[in-house]
């Protein structure tokens, strides 16, 4: 039961590292594959409860983005979830657009292992350029 006079304390289990970070892999609640893995802040965490949609902590810009901002391409959460170590977030989610990736493909797992190489095995499903522009 939470306590009425900290309604955010949920997010004090949460084990954030050094920086105040957690991953959070994206899962697609539907198929069960992983999407992609990014990392959230307390905010983004609280964020996406309140909003039913991904939002992350960006290390490289240094602020908040909510996956889909840019490409149309949001994760609308089906189901949030803390693992037992209470160090990762899973976001069970829906994928609109079904691109998770930002090189235009399904899911950020693309590439595999192959006699010593990393080899794409997914295909693109839209040039990344059509998707952000030139950015």
Same mark, same amino acid.
């Given at each position: 039961?939470?306590d009425?006079?900290?309604?955010?304390?949920?997010?004090?289990?949460?084990?954030?590292?050094?920086?105040?970070?957690?991953?959070?892999?994206?899962?697609?609640? #539907?198929?069960?594959?992983?999407?992609?893995?990014?990392?959230?802040? $307390?905010?983004?965490?609280?964020?996406?409860? %309140?909003? @039913? =949609?991904?939002?992350?902590?960006?290390?490289?810009?240094?602020?908040?983005?909510?996956?889909?901002?840019?490409?149309?391409?949001?994760?609308?959460?089906?189901?949030?979830?803390?693992?037992c170590?209470?160090?990762?977030?899973?976001?069970?989610? #829906?994928?609109?657009?079904?691109?998770?990736?930002?090189?235009?493909? $399904?899911?950020?797992?693309y590439?595999?292992? %192959?006699? @010593? =190489?990393?080899?794409?095995?997914?295909?693109?499903?839209?040039?990344?350029?059509?998707?952000?522009?030139?950015?």
């Open positions: 039961m939470q009425s006079a900290s309604p955010d304390n949920w997010l004090d289990i949460v084990r954030w590292n050094s920086d105040g970070l957690v991953p959070a892999i994206a899962q697609d609640a #539907e198929t069960g594959e992983i999407l992609m893995m990014a990392w959230m802040n $307390r905010e983004s965490l609280k964020l996406t409860a %309140e909003e @039913g =949609q991904a939002v992350y902590w960006s290390r490289s810009r240094g602020k908040l983005w909510r996956k889909g901002e840019t490409s149309g391409h949001q994760q609308v959460v089906r189901d949030l979830r803390l693992d170590d209470e160090d990762v977030i899973l976001l069970k989610v #829906e994928q609109k657009g079904g691109i998770a990736c930002h090189t235009g493909r $399904r899911s950020c797992f590439r595999a292992l %192959e006699d @010593g =190489q990393w080899v794409p095995v997914e295909p693109v499903l839209k040039n990344p350029d059509s998707i952000y522009g030139n950015q």
